[in-house]
């Protein structure tokens, strides 16, 4: 067993940086690799723990700034190793064969995002129009290589840019990081390594303190001003994702064998891709009212993050 764990962090740790590195590097499939980067890590921690999953992200690391570069180990740490492990410390029980529990996790989507912009922001003070400034310089110069037709005007579209990017950054994370661990419980619990109980990501609820938190830094984006107002804003934004996907998950779980399921759905995701702000507003009031309404079954154990299924 000795063997098999220690054979598993190595090849976790080298394929989960590898992947990462095809796409720093412009290789072929390259971009798709990178999405899957944290399959391995997560792999790696629901079969052996916790402190497999550390091992397999330190050798990634190494591994990453042997071949990338401490900027390509920067990424790899960042994107993949310290919040893989993170969410894994928070997911695994300390009881073998206990559910996993993912309220942390979930949080975590947004937090893990929402921690970087502040960082971002704190060590771009000193620039001209601190991260923001430094982002919408960084997409003009972009645009202008493009060679834009003359009646577009850059800074505008470069300001539009700049303010949907920390929502986009907070999308692609939350979807990688959920599909990879999704994935990776798959793996694992077909061959029967799973150091816990499988959980149904469709059920995971959010912790009952995190609405308030997204909903107070919503308000504050209407009224915080100037450079300020560009990172209080990015944060609504990204927090807003969890409960997103919570009134997702809300009604994935309501609609089960009913008829209009499948146009249900799909007009949801469609509403989605054509009218995304109204739309991601009344999923995430839906996710508010998950913690109210217990709309996808009864009361969880404490702890756990879940919502069961009614019987």
């Keep these: 067993m000795q063997n098999a764990r220690t054979t598993a962090v190595l090849a976790a740790g080298i394929l989960s940086a590898l992947a990462a590195l095809a796409a720093l590097r412009g290789l072929p499939l390259g971009s798709v690799l990178f999405w899957f980067s944290a399959v391995p890590l997560f792999a790696a921690g629901f079969a052996f723990g916790t402190g497999a999953a550390a091992q397999a992200a330190a050798i990634g690391v190494l ?40 309220a942390w996790p979930f949080a975590l989507l947004a937090l893990w995002p929402a921690g970087l912009l502040v960082a971002a922001e704190l060590a771009l003070s000193g620039q001209p129009g601190g ?73 995971a609820v959010l912790p009952s303190w995190y609405w308030p938190l997204a909903l107070t830094a919503a308000v504050a984006s209407l ?27 809300v009604l994935h779980v309501i609609s089960r064998g009913r ?25 995430a009031c839906l996710g508010i009212a998950e913690h109210f309404l217990t709309l996808r079954g009864r009361k969880p154990p404490p702890g756990t993050g879940l919502r069961p299924t009614e019987d």
């Design 223 to 249: 009224f915080v001003p100037g450079e300020a107002g560009f990172a209080v804003r990015g944060l609504a934004m990204m927090l807003a994702v969890p409960l997103i996907l919570q009134g997702l998950a």
């Design 63 to 102: 591994v990453s700034l042997v071949s990338g570069g401490l900027s390509g180990s920067l990424v790899f740490v960042l994107l993949f190793a310290l919040p893989v492990s993170l969410m894994l410390s928070a997911a695994l029980p300390r009881s073998p064969g206990a559910p996993l529990a993912l």
């Design 131 to 203: 991260l923001s400034g430094v982002l919408r310089h960084a997409v003009v110069q972009v645009l202008e290589r493009m060679g834009p037709p003359p009646q577009l005007d850059i800074a505008e579209v470069a300001g539009m840019i700049v303010r949907l990017k920390p929502l986009a950054f907070a999308l692609w994370f939350a979807l990688v990081m959920a599909t990879n661990a999704a994935i990776a419980q798959r793996l694992v619990a077909s061959r029967g390594l799973m150091s816990a109980a499988p959980a149904q990501w469709s059920m």
């Design 259 to 283: 008829p209009v399921r499948p146009a249900l759905l799909a007009g949801v995701y469609i509403g989605l891709v054509l009218f995304f702000a109204p739309a991601a507003l009344a999923l």
